[in-house]
């Protein structure tokens, strides 16, 4: 499965070509994708017309969405946030803590365009999709 970021989703739902919404167009039909429901969030807050709002989100519910909620991920995410502190890596944002944590825990690839997501991959072996 691959988890397909807020970066990645903006830029493909936005008409922008690059290697990862390339990677997206022609791999959507191929691929078993997905994305969290705090990634859906994040594209859906994002929409100020509420008939594109209609649009995209069905088109993404098209997907599987998955809950990352709860004391466990929570716990996992705050851990891993500490261990990359502890070996000199600065996490910018807790979502994609939250987010990298998710994917780590249940063994998905991630798709991105987001460099806070690199000392995840380096230092704790986050799966990511190289377009």
Known sequence: MVIVDTTVWIDYLGGILNAET???????????????????????????EPREFQQIRDQLLT????????????????????????RGYTVRKTMDCWIATFC????????????DFEPFERALGLQVVHA
């Open 22 to 48: 390339l990677w997206l167009y022609h791999e959507m039909p191929l691929q078993r994708l997905g994305l969290t429901d705090m990634i859906l969030c994040e594209v859906l807050q994002g929409i100020r």
């Open 63 to 86: 997907f599987e969405i998955f809950p990352t909620g709860g004391a466990e991920n929570a716990i996992a995410a705050a851990a891993n946030y500490r261990t990359l502190r502890q």
């Open 104 to 115: 780590l825990r249940t063994r998905n690839q991630l798709l991105h365009r987001d460099r």
